[in-house]
């Protein structure tokens, strides 16, 4: 098996920050890699030659399969959102916050939301310093009631602020897929 739910996002030099590491201008690309049985989730850092500055760095550790990677960076933080089936459960939505030069983990991942059914396709934006993430959410195994987006708004640590927004498909239809940008 191979890598997959590859993301990437620009890191701009930030002159006077936080981080250690140095504010150059690069890369931070995550992804979902099986080299350890399972799909686990992964980062690295490049530079604008795409030269590797942080190796590959492996964020989480659960039995599960980690997917659907999303980033947003908000100056020298990165912030990851991604969907994790950990302990035979169904999938959850999963949050975990880093420094984008380091690759520091700042607060560690972290369930967002506690769903029934599989979480999938989690979307993250941000709107000035604000949070924002979006996922399909499917009902539980037996339940007819059709698959709905969930929009919520997270703090850097991943916790909604809030409940999370429910738009359902018109006509009683399942919503398959969606796009989420500012």
Known sequence: SSPSSVAVVHSPAIESGKSSAGGSEGYVIAWVD????????????V???????VVD???TNAKGDAAD?????????????????????ASDIYFTHLDAFSLKEIDE?????????????PRLTM???????????ESPVGD?????????????????????????????GAVTGFSFTA
């Open 144 to 172: 007819s009631k059709p698959s709905s987006l969930r929009v919520g708004e997270v703090d850097v640590a991943g916790r909604l602020i809030g409940a999370p927004k429910i738009v359902m498909a018109p006509e009683g």
């Open 47 to 53: 530079n604008k030659e795409l030269e590797k500055t």
């Open 69 to 89: 990677v999303s980033m947003a960076i908000s100056g020298s933080d990165i912030f990851i959102a991604f969907s994790d089936s950990r302990d035979d459960k």
């Open 109 to 121: 991942d972290g369930r967002v939301y506690a769903s029934l059914g599989p979480s999938r396709s």
């Open 34 to 45: 099986p080299r350890d049985k399972n799909g686990e989730l992964y980062v690295a850092r």
């Open 127 to 137: 709107i000035g310093k604000r949070i924002f993430l979006a996922w399909i959410e």
């Open 57 to 59: 760095k492996r964020l």
